[in-house]
Each structure stands twice: as structure tokens, then as C-alpha cells.
């Protein structure tokens, strides 16, 4: 079952992985990777691994589909070792075009057969949007990382 976590890179890259992503941040124009230390937040939330893939789809359309989220504002990704980092920030954007792209604040209508099998996909990419959030969310306001852990 994928989890989303918030783990201090520390944890999860080498010394020499932590000093490559600065300078690759650097150039992008993130001056400094201060982040907290604190893990101990939790979300408790769960995706199945098809509402993880279909999410995930959703935001590599958009090239932000990454295993790492930093809670700094930056363009694109960066790829360190075999992880793919990107802005809680910029993911936030996203979001805000997908809540229009998936419905998100409109009231659902009596459906009919025919269409069930797309509501219940489209329900899914509702309730992953809103774990999303959430994690961007808590990634910016607490200053830590979060992972998607498949």
C-alpha cells in the first residue's frame, strides 16, 4: 500500500546525494536547503496503489509527478540518485488546475449507469487530489519534505 510520509532527507539520501541536490537547487534558484527535522507528522490517509497511479499519471502529464515533494519554491525537477524532487509549492499550482479539471467543488448529479464506472474513477482522483493537498499543504506549513513511498 503507498504511504506519504514526511521524512528528513537525511534519512532517505546520502551526504554526497544532500550536496548534489543544493547545487542542483542552487542553480534553480533556491538559495538555501534549510528544512526541519521534525517527523513526526502523520497523514492518515490512505491511497491504493490505482489511486496512487492514476494521481500520479495526472501530475507527470504535467511534468510534477515526483517521489519527493520540498516545501521551497522552484521550477521543474531534480533527479538525485533514483528520486525525483520536486516543489510542495508548485505542486500546489497544479493542484489548483486539477480542482477544476476533476470537478472538485461542483455538486455531483443523479448519474446514470453507463456512467458509474467513471464516477468511481473520478471520485478516486478527488480523494487522492485531497490527500495531495493536504501533504503539500502540511509539507509548506511545517517546512519538512514528504515522500510518496510506493
Not at 515526483?66 to 497544479?94: K, N, W
Not at 473520478?122 to 485531497?130: D, G, M, S, T
Request: charge should be negative; proline fraction near 3%; aromatic fraction near 6%.
Amino acid at each position: 500500500m503507498p504511504e506519504i510520509r514526511f521524512i528528513p532527507l537525511e534519512e532517505v539520501l546520502s551526504e554526497a546525494q544532500l550536496t548534489r541536490l543544493d547545487g542542483q537547487l542552487k542553480e534553480l534558484g533556491v538559495e538555501d536547503l534549510q528544512l526541519s527535522d521534525e517527523d513526526d507528522i502523520d497523514i492518515d490517509d490512505v491511497l491504493s496503489e490505482d489511486q496512487l497511479t492514476d494521481f500520479m499519471d495526472r501530475l507527470d502529464a504535467r511534468d510534477l509527478a515526483c517521489t519527493i515533494y520540498l516545501p521551497m519554491e522552484f521550477d521543474g525537477r531534480v533527479e538525485i540518485a533514483d528520486q525525483s524532487i520536486g516543489s510542495s509549492h508548485a505542486l500546489l499550482d497544479v493542484l489548483e488546475e486539477l480542482r477544476e479539471e476533476l470537478d472538485i467543488d461542483e455538486e455531483e448529479g443523479d448519474a446514470d449507469e453507463d456512467e458509474l464506472d467513471l464516477e468511481v474513477i473520478e471520485e478516486q482522483l478527488r480523494y487522492a487530489w485531497h490527500v495531495f493537498l493536504k501533504a503539500a499543504s502540511t509539507s509548506i506549513d511545517k517546512q519538512i519534505p514528504f515522500h510518496i513511498l510506493s
